[in-house]
């Protein structure tokens, strides 16, 4: 049954994503519309640049006016993929007021803002999706809002930036330190010139923030996740790592507290386990682990970025709007019933890898487990070695709160035969 | 914003999935009524054996009267997890006659009259969902349906039956037979005391066609798809397969024609790079590979079975089908519009791994050669060794049509210096 008023879709943006998607609408329209059940058309797109040529999309659609584009009112879903904080957010606001559903691929926006649209989205009985702008191609907002909708989740661990994976799993595999693996991210066009919104895990916490809100129905704000970026990661840790039977990822990690009480969301690098299914995650390919109570341990895999990729999912996203609004309904809006608050770091409990310089002279060993036995941290194994008066020791702890293992390394810098704390890495997976 | 009249939940079959979204229900109402936005009772229990003791059900719920449960007119969601064809089919039909949408977790049903039962949803304009159908609790059936409504689906190839991927998984580590490692999995309750649904790769057969109806748009039945068990795998197949770096894998294969007009939907073993991500899928666990034209290479992965799993994907569906009750909208019915036909097994293409016991005397690579020639089927790689007069040659052949491998193994056959084709086996996901 297929109605013959086409349902309009205006663009904001024309850059990678944008030209994609544009470029799909117009290939697999025939599909389109038979998925959705009516034709769906470009109706118009807000570029900056109006000048540049844009191969397959009629030019008298192009415009630099967005606002007048959103407030036409014959327009059935916005799709923007801008991205930052403003013009973004302003426009898909007035697109709910004037009538429009709205798919976005805008992370940082939905991580800073997601609350304040999904309210506009709401007042207006319009639908908000955003699978594009977690994870890229792999389907993961929609899964843990839907499929998961009856289970209970607990953690969510995940490689949600392609380029610090590709840089570390470079670092991995050759044994090349940060720079040199970053330089050739660079080269090959995975990490930006300013690549700091990766390597510091800002882009990382986004996701992170959007993922733990919907898993836990909570609201878990940007400032809410602790962040470490992996810049400091080094070769010598990758092969401290590899003497664990481990890799080194950078992990944004979700958890529900084991009270159940309230949740945590940090991004960190860490050791996991090469026997760890996020381990064999290669290049700049992404992955979310996902453990619940019925369903186990759930793993979804792609790639986390890219035009086409991110194209994927937003024209899901579209396609399901685009229904919504034909059966007169809405698909799911911000579920935050559960309202845990969201602890803070010191409150991770974990396991700790860490590397000492210190004296080899008797009695060392016996002065570090004391100050880690003071600070009730519990040690699983440790490991000596030295020569020429200087030796290092390694130490893996059990399971400990951030805020003990803290106070232990400031305990250890303070004794006289602990020259340096050479690194620290939190120990995930299992 | 609440409602408060409850939704009423009609359960047939309480067995080991059964009891647990019975227990689930019961457990995690609070959840289940914030995120389907009313409560949703257990109204009635339909069961074989009413003496049995089922914790947690209030005994006046349970019932044998399965056909009076689902006509009661009051029910808004049945859950049949009977499996089988009868009375499943009839129950799931008089249900949408009464008025009632349906979640299912019957492969079997589903794979064989999919069609028709969908048609009886949408005429009485009800939900018919399914997720637990295919591989437990993965998300499979709703991002493939929903997350890629926008993209192109070219293969979906995955490990469907944990099972048979239990004891494949465990003949690789251990290098046991089929036999023993079959009692293994017997002994540890992961294969039934008939293992013939698995092992002969019924089960993975009808996930197949489901999932090629699914991702290709059109009708796939039982019979359309090409079967082969796993029974004949052998502890020498799994060293050759090492010596390719390769792993052998029960895979069920979902393929659009490069040409794009016809599909292919298959269930066998093969050879799979120990490279590729599914290669890495150990035991009882399930994951399936998905690719499209703009999303690329997806994989989902998680436990493909078991009560608790299968509960989950249950439920996920009834909070779905819940929310669309409320909202008077359906979820997204059969979608067969592409129609395209599917293809013999004859017309696959893929690479072959030969191993033929042949004379040790000069010549006989030769005449093997012509035979592939003659065919049109392209070698790769041949490997030859031998000793006292017996020898075999392991033939790794470019991609070929089934057709014409399976013509160059007749005329092989008939070859005097061939003294037996040891084993064939498909290599994929190259």
Known sequence: MMRTRPLKVALLGCGVVGSEVARIMTTHADDLAARIGAPVELAGVAVRRPDRVREGIAPELVTTDATALVKRGDIDVVVEVIGGIEPARSLIT???????????????????????????????????????????????????RESLAGDKINRVMGIVNGTTNFILDKMDSTGAGYQEALDEATALGYAEADPTADVEGFDAAAKAAILAGIAFHSRVGLDDVYREGMTEVT?????????????????????????????????????????????SVR????????????????????????????????????????????????GPGESAYAALPVSPMGDVVTRYHISLDVADKPGVLAQVATVFAEHGVSIDTVRQSGKDGEASLVVVTHRASDAALTGTVEALRKLDTVRGVASIMRVEGE
């Open 94 to 144: 007035t697109a709910f007021e004037h009538g429009a559903s709205v798919v976005s691929a805008n992370k940082a926006l939905l991580a800073q803002d997601g609350a304040a649209l999904h309210a506009v989205a709401e007042q207006y009985g319009k639908d908000l999706y955003y699978e594009a702008a977690v994870a890229g191609a792999i389907p993961l907002i929609r899964p843990v």
């Open 235 to 279: 070769a010598a840790d990758f092969a401290s790592a590899k003497e664990m039977g481990c890799t080194i990822k950078l992990l944004a990690i979700c958890e529900r507290a084991e009270d159940g009480q309230s949740v945590t969301a940090r991004v960190h690098p860490a050791m996991i386990p090469l026997s760890h299914p996020l381990a």
């Open 283 to 330: 290049g700049a390919y992404n992955a979310v682990f996902v453990e619940s109570d019925a369903a186990g341990q759930l793993m979804f895999y792609g790639p986390g970025a890219g035009g086409s990729p991110t194209a994927s999912a937003v024209l899901g996203d579209l396609v399901a709007v685009c229904r919504n609004r034909i059966g007169g309904a809405t």
